[in-house]
């Protein structure tokens, strides 16, 4: 059994607690790129990086295109990867779009991105989790702060602190159509929360967590320490946010008429494959978390095959 | 029994009609003051402005201190005009302040803002209702778009657009805790919206607005004329913010830890007195609607008493 370096859910008050592994796992990450010292240096210090308009043109309109048709493929399927509004039946998330063995399998392992996440983690990768997402103006609702890494290493048995998640934004994200917000530095400290991880919790938790999420001290000082800031995730769409596995995030609801969609790839380093979760609770469906099968990708080289 | 120029709440679909009064109703108001001419006309253009700073310093502190007492004093009395937040019974607004015959009366009274009130609504003014607001961090609530006319008109008897909002923000207001979120220009347009008003609506409607809601079609329409735009009332405390009876606003919860208060008045012309509820059904009560003993306002000057 793998050392519990980060538990949680195990008391029944809250703790904060130094992050213990580093943020950038590869020594040469700042002479190697594709991403610049500079760039580098923004992700370790603040937890989080936007790379603006990283698609553009006709392969954000080939993007878009794909997520628009697989919404519509899967609007009358069922099932346990498919995420439906419980009021109006509509797709909100589809997951395991990585393993689809058409557009977005390819996408995942698209060199340009994969080569960062090489860059970032410092071994060669694979895709932990994937899902395009879809939420609608007027409606879209909020989600609260939690840090993804919690419940990856609670309720999947991730190791350490050294995976990424990887957002393709597939629209204009403005102030005001609920964009990510982040908490600058946040991935730097460690959130024990409070509670047990009821049975099956991803049934529920997918729509809104309840277990894992830090309390509203643990927020505050986290806000503390970023001298009051929240940043939020706004640009043009085909820009890519990529955000520490620990990184405190959430996001209010969207009144505005804009609707939000993207494509969201986990990558975690090959040398931190899951373990059994350290909840001691049976492992969250394959969907979620895979653990079958695992091999590093090979990246592939898509940029030519979009403009031909 | 006057016409009824804006009816709404009468047809099965929604519609949008013009505005049929103006929205500066005084013929001098770009050289008599107090808001010069470029903020004139910044108001009758986008239907709102921010005056920011508008208090600083101790008269600042002075109006935080008001609203934390009086907040603190109505925490253990109930009352139709005190909302309190149903699962922890936290207040979060108290109503009629303006008739408290201390702070807020007098505040209310204030010439600094009576003389732009009348500046902008070309006559005599009174306060048709007011109120406190607390709203909490982390678990704000958002209110959807509505214009307060299509209420007041329909429920209270209002019979013109000759009426504005003047809220007095006593916290930061940033783009990540919710500020109140308007659409320029949209006062220009009135939202007849669907369906009929229930008897009592205000009861639930105070909490979540119901029926008076535009659809979904209308604001994308009042969103693409104002050329995409949503503005945000962000500023620092002590900023007063000024928005046209018919403007169309809202606001996105609140899950950053930082609260939002203000005091809110609503100025009427005395020469738009309300009269009986459009909607045919019964007045709203006293404290949503004031209709009793209605005398203009005689401004009193506050800024040396606060000083001294």
Same mark, same amino acid.
């Given at each position: 059994m793998v050392k519990d370096l980060y538990p949680s859910r195990v008391n029944e008050t809250s703790q904060i607690v130094r992050r213990q592994d580093p943020v950038i796992h590869n020594e040469n990450a700042r002479t190697e790129g594709p991403l610049s010292a500079e760039e580098i240096d923004f992700y370790e210090e603040n937890g989080y990086i936007l790379l603006k308009s990283f698609f553009q043109g006709e392969e954000l309109q080939k993007l878009k295109q794909e997520l628009d048709s697989t919404m519509e493929d899967h609007q009358h399927k069922e099932g346990p990867d498919i995420i439906k509004e419980p009021s109006s039946n509509e797709i909100r998330s589809i997951f395991e779009v990585h393993k689809d063995k058409s557009y977005f399998e390819n996408l995942s392992k698209d060199e340009r991105l994969v080569s960062i996440m090489e860059q970032i983690l410092g071994s060669q990768v694979y895709i932990n989790q994937s899902r395009i997402n879809f939420k609608p103006g007027f409606k879209g609702k909020e989600f609260y702060w939690h840090s993804d890494f919690e419940t990856w290493h609670v309720e999947d048995g991730m190791p350490r602190m050294r995976a990424l998640s990887c957002s393709i934004v597939l629209t204009d994200n403005y102030e005001y159509n609920g964009p990510l917000m982040l908490v600058p530095g946040s991935h730097k400290w460690y959130v024990q929360t409070a509670g047990e991880t009821p049975d099956n919790n991803f049934e529920s938790s997918l729509q809104k967590q309840e277990v894992g999420v830090p309390d509203e001290d643990s927020m505050r000082w986290l806000v503390d320490q970023a001298g009051g800031r929240i940043d939020r995730a706004?640009?043009? +769409? /085909?820009?890519?946010?990529?955000?520490? @596995?620990?990184?405190?995030?959430? @996001? +209010?609801?969207?009144? @505005? =008429?804009?609707? $939000?969609? %993207?494509? &969201? &790839?986990?990558?975690?380093?090959?040398?931190?494959?899951?373990? *059994? =979760? &350290? @909840? /001691?609770?049976?492992? $969250?469906?394959? &969907?979620?978390? %895979? $653990?079958?099968?695992? *091999?590093?990708? *090979?990246?592939?080289?898509?940029k030519s095959t979009a403009r031909s």
């Open positions: 706004t640009g043009p +769409a /085909g820009s890519v946010l990529l955000f520490e @596995s620990n990184t405190m995030h959430g @996001s +209010a609801g969207n009144i @505005s =008429p804009y609707p $939000r969609s %993207n494509v &969201f &790839f986990v990558y975690n380093s090959i040398e931190n494959k899951l373990e *059994q =979760p &350290f @909840s /001691g609770k049976e492992p $969250r469906p394959e &969907f979620l978390a %895979n $653990r079958e099968n695992i *091999q590093p990708i *090979q990246p592939v080289s898509n």
